[in-house]
């Protein structure tokens, strides 16, 4: 993409917040990666949050496929976004409020902190890809061994992003910030959609 294209986009983003969210196996993460460094922004992941926390009973919930309970998630998430060394930046949100109850929340942190949601990115994949691409992870090795990635976890994460999740990317349909990406394609091609598609919003 043009160094021009670039730089509209980041003057439109300014130090506003991307949320990416998608089946397991989708690249969200990946694609979050990206796009933390074309906006040079901090990368902000629900999962990685309780992962990275000392409380053992939620993470035993996420390690099990199960979402966290939403208020305990909320308390352990939203304080992200008014860190100091955040003032100013832009965000980029990897799976920021997976059940349907949580979004207004995120919003208004979001909102609170001068982070507001510009756009939310859904990367579409079938769960039969979701599984293919599981094998092919587990065959490469290259996922180390998370738990939430066992087979029958993935059923049950599956399940989740059917029932909580898909009624949260309806919300954000009807606001008008969903831009659906095709997840089944090359990490280039991914990128280069969800920057066509971002340079398209920033113009309008």
Request: no cysteine; proline share 3%; glycine share 8%.
């Amino acid at each position: 993409m043009e160094d021009g294209a670039i730089q509209t986009l980041k003057l439109w983003l300014g130090s506003g917040s991307l949320n990416i969210f998608g089946r397991p196996f989708s690249g969200k993460d990946t694609q979050a990666q990206f796009l933390a460094k074309i906006f040079d922004a901090p990368v902000i992941g629900g999962g990685d949050v309780i992962r990275a926390s000392s409380n053992n009973d939620i993470k035993d919930v996420m390690y099990s496929g199960s979402l966290a309970p939403t208020q305990a998630y909320l308390d352990m998430v939203l304080p992200y976004f008014a860190r100091k060394e955040f003032v100013g930046k832009p965000l980029v949100l990897s799976t920021v409020g997976r059940w349907h109850g949580e979004e207004e929340s995120v919003v208004e942190a979001l909102k609170q902190s001068n982070h507001d949601l510009q756009a939310v990115i859904f990367l579409t994949l079938s769960e039969n890809q979701v599984y293919k691409r599981r094998a092919i992870a587990k065959s490469l090795g290259d996922r180390g061994r998370r738990a939430d990635d066992a087979h029958g976890v993935l059923d049950v994460r599956l399940k989740e992003f059917r029932d909580k999740t898909l009624p949260v990317l309806d919300y954000y349909k009807d606001k008008g910030l969903l831009v659906e990406i095709d997840g089944n394609q090359t990490q280039e091609k991914v990128t280069q959609d969800i920057l066509k598609a971002l340079v398209s919003r920033a113009s309008t």
